[in-house]
């Protein structure tokens, strides 16, 4: 791909945060002192925090390798590190990419292969690491080009102490049929709604849990000639009934709320039910959370697929114009590493350590006996979510199941995103946020058409 057409990449999937590449001028992650030996460029979250504070004392004193650490938002991180990778600017060695840009990433040429790395390195353990993440972070071409730090599935939790109140039962493995009736059913019980789902505008807010509703209802965004099929029976079905249960039974303002918000409401006692992330439940087990203890577990909720749960890791991966990928490799072993979690484990505490990325770590009693009320449910979520290739009913032409894995699904996304929020605020119909979403879609894929 010609530079221009690199840069172009990087714009489309950076637009979707409403960012302006040219006003972002790049600092100097260094703050002007000495180069250290490896630059990280990651996304500010507690998890990448911890490691930082634990890197000079374990990583730096075992190799050598000084690291310095550039942590930012998730847009302005999505930002930065489109741009570099895109030029292959080589001001980063590591970035902490996702399951998203991973197979763009790949397919460009902007992440170095790791199998070499990974077949040298008998302590790291590849085997370890959940097939299906693997394979999200695998490129079509059949190689490894990042390693996961950790990994979510998603799951539904329910206020186990307000359904005994009603007397409710949930079912072991729902169905978003039964999920509709049962929150119709405890909506309003000490105040709380009936559930709590993302409305908030985003391709990796609202997004995100309607995406697995669509699949697992029957429908796609693209057949197999990549014709849009947002108008479909199924897709206007599947969003239908995410808008309807969320206006008819979920938060006020949910327009207005993604992960955090409906997080915060759930902490505080003020939802029955809530679809979402398993990495949210060691929020809500915390202490200080109003419901530790009164939540219940159970996986994602499915129609006509027997799996719906969505599959998502932040991972390390290693810009392909890097000069050190050997000492690159080795932050990412030590990072990535059931070493790591051992650590974060006795200095920090179990339920810091990064999960989702390794079964070995739901093996040790210490995880489980922290993580007792969520751990079986995360595993199960990570082993036996829906196939990131094919994740609903029949073939469809593209990748991923929460989001779809092409570089114009991050403007398109957005668009379609806020049109469903504005369906979810009642300001239109979604026959109508739908209509005008199949125009969009249809267009972005018109150069896979060869149109």
């Given at each position: 791909?010609?530079?221009?057409?690199?840069?172009q990449?990087a714009?489309?999937?950076?637009?979707?945060?409403?960012?302006?590449?040219?006003?972002?001028?790049?600092?100097?992650?260094?703050?002007g002192?000495?180069?250290?030996?490896?630059?990280?460029?990651a996304?500010?979250?507690?998890q990448?925090?911890?490691?930082k504070k634990?890197?000079k004392?374990h990583?730096?004193?075992?190799?050598?390798?000084?690291?310095?650490y550039?942590?930012?938002?998730?847009?302005?991180?999505?930002?930065?590190?489109?741009?570099?990778?895109?030029t292959?600017?080589?001001?980063?060695?590591?970035a902490?990419?996702?399951a998203?840009?991973?197979?763009?990433?790949?397919?460009?040429?902007w992440l170095?292969?790791?199998?070499?790395?990974?077949?040298?390195?008998e302590?790291?353990?590849?085997?370890?690491?959940?097939?299906?993440?693997?394979?999200?972070?695998?490129?079509?071409d059949?190689?490894?080009y990042a390693?996961?730090?950790?990994?979510?599935?998603?799951?539904?939790?329910?206020?186990?102490?307000?359904?005994?109140?009603?007397?409710?039962?949930?079912?072991?493995?729902?169905t978003?049929?039964q999920?509709?009736?049962l929150?119709?059913?405890?909506?309003?019980?000490?105040?709380?709604?009936?559930?709590c789902l993302r409305?908030?505008?985003?391709?990796?807010?609202n997004?995100?849990?309607?995406?697995?509703?669509?699949?697992?209802?029957?429908?796609?965004?693209y057949d197999?000639d990549?014709?849009?099929?947002l108008?479909?029976?199924e897709f206007?079905k599947?969003?239908g009934?995410?808008?309807?249960?969320?206006?008819?039974?979920?938060?006020?303002?949910?327009?207005?709320?993604?992960v955090?918000?409906?997080l915060?409401?759930?902490?505080?006692?003020?939802?029955?039910?809530?679809?979402?992330?398993?990495?949210l439940?060691?929020?809500?087990?915390?202490?200080?959370?109003?419901?530790?203890?009164?939540?219940?577990?159970?996986?994602a909720?499915?129609?006509?697929?027997?799996k719906?749960?969505?599959?998502?890791?932040w991972?390390?991966g290693v810009q392909?114009?890097?000069?050190?990928k050997?000492?690159?490799?080795e932050?990412?072993?030590?990072a990535?590493?059931?070493?790591?979690?051992?650590?974060?484990?006795q200095e920090?505490?179990?339920?810091?350590?990064?999960?989702?990325?390794?079964m070995?770590?739901y093996?040790?009693?210490?995880?489980?006996?922290?993580?007792?009320?969520?751990?079986r449910?995360?595993?199960?979520?990570?082993?036996?979510?829906?196939?990131?290739r094919?994740?609903?009913?029949?073939?469809?032409?593209?990748?991923?199941?929460?989001?779809?894995?092409?570089?114009?699904?991050?403007?398109?996304?957005?668009?379609?995103?806020?049109q469903?929020?504005?369906?979810i605020?009642g300001?239109?119909?979604?026959?109508?946020?739908?209509?005008?979403?199949?125009?969009?879609?249809?267009?972005?894929?018109?150069?896979?058409?060869?149109?």
């Amino acid at each position: 791909m010609e530079r221009s057409r690199l840069i172009q990449a990087a714009v489309a999937l950076t637009a979707a945060a409403g960012l302006v590449l040219a006003g972002c001028g790049d600092t100097d992650p260094s703050g002007g002192e000495e180069r250290a030996d490896l630059r990280v460029l990651a996304t500010d979250v507690p998890q990448i925090q911890t490691l930082k504070k634990l890197t000079k004392k374990h990583f730096t004193a075992e190799t050598g390798i000084s690291v310095d650490y550039t942590l930012l938002p998730e847009n302005e991180a999505r930002e930065k590190m489109n741009r570099e990778f895109a030029t292959q600017a080589g001001t980063y060695d590591v970035a902490s990419v996702s399951a998203y840009e991973v197979p763009i990433y790949a397919d460009n040429g902007w992440l170095a292969p790791l199998d070499s790395y990974v077949k040298a390195d008998e302590d790291f353990d590849q085997d370890d690491v959940f097939p299906n993440l693997a394979s999200s972070l695998t490129g079509e071409d059949g190689k490894l080009y990042a390693e996961p730090f950790y990994g979510e599935g998603s799951f539904l939790m329910y206020r186990k102490d307000l359904f005994r109140k009603g007397g409710l039962t949930m079912p072991p493995d729902p169905t978003w049929e039964q999920v509709a009736d049962l929150a119709s059913r405890v909506d309003g019980s000490e105040g709380a709604s009936g559930i709590c789902l993302r409305g908030l505008p985003g391709w990796g807010q609202n997004l995100a849990p309607i995406n697995t509703v669509v699949n697992t209802f029957g429908g796609a965004w693209y057949d197999m000639d990549w014709n849009a099929r947002l108008t479909s029976p199924e897709f206007k079905k599947a969003v239908g009934f995410y808008v309807d249960l969320l206006r008819t039974h979920g938060q006020p303002g949910a327009e207005r709320m993604g992960v955090l918000e409906i997080l915060d409401r759930f902490v505080e006692g003020k939802c029955a039910m809530m679809y979402d992330a398993t990495s949210l439940a060691s929020s809500i087990e915390a202490d200080g959370s109003s419901v530790k203890g009164k939540v219940g577990y159970v996986p994602a909720p499915h129609d006509r697929t027997a799996k719906a749960g969505w599959l998502w890791t932040w991972a390390w991966g290693v810009q392909q114009a890097s000069e050190n990928k050997d000492s690159a490799w080795e932050f990412i072993s030590w990072a990535s590493s059931k070493e790591f979690q051992e650590l974060v484990g006795q200095e920090v505490g179990w339920t810091s350590a990064p999960a989702g990325n390794r079964m070995s770590l739901y093996e040790k009693p210490e995880y489980q006996q922290a993580a007792g009320a969520w751990y079986r449910q995360e595993f199960t979520a990570a082993t036996d979510s829906a196939d990131p290739r094919n994740p609903g009913v029949g073939p469809r032409p593209y990748q991923g199941i929460g989001f779809l894995g092409i570089p114009e699904f991050a403007v398109l996304g957005t668009a379609v995103s806020q049109q469903i929020a504005a369906a979810i605020a009642g300001q239109q119909s979604v026959d109508a946020a739908l209509d005008k979403s199949q125009d969009l879609a249809q267009a972005a894929a018109a150069k896979y058409r060869g149109g």
